[in-house]
């Protein structure tokens, strides 16, 4: 059994865990029924236990909140479609040959989750507002991408684009592995937890969009570090200015925030404000 180990002084009294109980914890949430199917990767699920025995006193207060922060990071709330359904209906849409019907399967995967459900209204201007700044670029890094690389017939990116989405969820990710393979572009999907692994590919740009203010949940201070181990020249960050169910005006808070994850950073900023999203582009070199 885990015990409690006391400091000297008698006042930190962090958990001792052993690496096997570690790892049964990570086991066992793996295969829970909320999570099997989701192949979360390891290097999560060991980041989020490590920190939570940091924070308790009690191994079982500690089993308690990683329960709680994933299910703040995987975030099932924000919804998803019926992957092995959206896998048959990706191979039919381009099986048809109909790029009509590529763009109706697409918008019905931004659809089914409600980040990028948002942007449908906007799918017209958003990427071209963003390219106005940056330039039309050549790699993209899609960061906790989501369901965003189904806009891709939206972004009028060249053919050429290599495009890399990462994203913890596997059956997201395998869906728009499948996606890219069918789109023929160079475009990769990557299972990894991008905090803990940070991406190093060199690239235009990348796009870490609804995410940042989560990540400061899950881990105080972990947005700075993070944007600065990024090898991009643009940095697009995006905040939801409005609550999921839509009640609360997050405007100032979230520029509030973004102000003071960027405080000290001589990186130049500009911002643009969409109905429902603050995307503030960051210039890193
Ligand atoms: C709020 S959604 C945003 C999706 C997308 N960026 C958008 O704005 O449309 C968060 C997504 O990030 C993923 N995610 C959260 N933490 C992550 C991490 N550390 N590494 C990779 N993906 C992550 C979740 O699985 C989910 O798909």
Not at 13 to 25: L, N
Not at 50 to 64: Q, T, V
Not at 238 to 260: F, V
Request: net charge neutral.
């Amino acid at each position: 059994m885990p015990g409690i180990r006391e400091s000297s002084d008698g006042m930190n009294k962090a958990p001792f865990v052993s690496e096997d109980e570690i790892r049964d914890w990570i086991g066992k949430l793996r295969t829970s029924r909320k999570y099997r199917s989701l192949d979360l990767p390891e290097s999560l699920l060991r980041d989020v236990i490590l920190g939570e025995l940091s924070r308790h006193n009690r191994p079982d207060e500690a089993l308690k909140a990683v329960r709680e922060k994933l299910h703040n990071i995987v975030a099932p709330y924000l919804g998803d479609p019926d992957y092995s359904l959206a896998q048959t209906a990706l191979r039919a849409a381009f099986t048809s040959g109909n790029p009509q019907s590529i763009r109706d399967f697409c918008l019905s995967m931004l659809a089914s989750h409600a980040s990028t459900r948002e942007r449908i209204p906007l799918l017209g201007e958003f990427y071209s507002r963003l390219w106005q700044i940056t330039g039309i670029p050549q790699t993209i890094l899609d960061l906790a991408c989501g369901m965003q690389p189904f806009a891709l017939p939206w972004m009028d990116l060249p053919a050429s684009i290599r495009y890399f989405a990462y994203d913890l969820h596997h059956p997201r990710i395998e869906l728009i592995h499948q996606f890219f393979q069918l789109s023929g572009c160079s475009c990769k999907a990557i299972h990894e937890d991008i905090l803990v692994n940070p991406p190093q590919i060199e690239a235009d740009v990348a796009l870490f969009f609804k995410e940042a203010h989560r990540f400061e949940q899950r881990r105080r201070g972990a947005c700075l570090p993070f944007f600065q181990s990024l090898r991009v020249r643009w940095l697009l960050v995006s905040l939801p200015i409005s609550s999921l169910k839509g009640t609360r005006n997050l405007e100032d808070r979230q520029r509030r925030l973004m102000q003071s994850i960027l405080a000290g950073q001589a990186w130049e900023v500009e911002e643009i404000r969409f109905d429902n999203e603050l995307v503030f582009c960051i210039q890193k070199t």
